[in-house]
């Protein structure tokens, strides 16, 4: 199975931006649906971004489309979540995962059966 290791987060004030990536071993991600995650304390893990494969279009929820990218970069076998605009209702752990997953259910993390440790964000008020 694939391994997924998300690094990239940290501490920044609010209208700033943070590139997260998502480093891949063992296999491709071409080879999956791909999506960004992200979870609060006490809260449900939160869909954020997917793509089903490489040149797809990606899927967004409402509350980051037009200031989060999904990409990735098959050369180097890893995906990426550009976050600009931070807000404070951003923070949270953010996680990569990965699956075989039909489009009906890629915004569902029951969906997936990959995932890395997670990276930390925070956005400061």
């Known amino acids: 199975q694939v391994q997924l290791a998300e690094s990239g987060g940290g501490l920044v004030p609010t209208g700033d931006s943070l590139r997260l990536t998502c480093a891949a071993s063992?296999?491709?991600?071409?080879?999956?649906?791909m999506a960004w995650f992200r979870q609060a304390p006490g809260k449900e893990r939160e869909f954020v971004a997917a793509?089903?494969?490489?040149?797809?279009?990606?899927y967004y929820s409402d509350s980051v489309k037009g200031r989060f990218t999904i990409s990735k970069d098959n050369a180097k076998n890893a995906v990426y979540l550009q976050m600009n605009s931070l807000e404070p209702e951003d923070t949270g752990v953010y996680y990569c995962a990965a699956g075989s997953v039909i489009t009906s259910t890629l915004r569902n993390d029951w969906a997936y059966n990959s995932w890395g440790q997670g990276t930390q964000v925070t956005v400061s008020s």
């Open positions: 063992g296999s491709t991600v071409s080879a999956y649906t």
């Open positions: 793509f089903k494969r490489a040149n797809s279009n990606p």
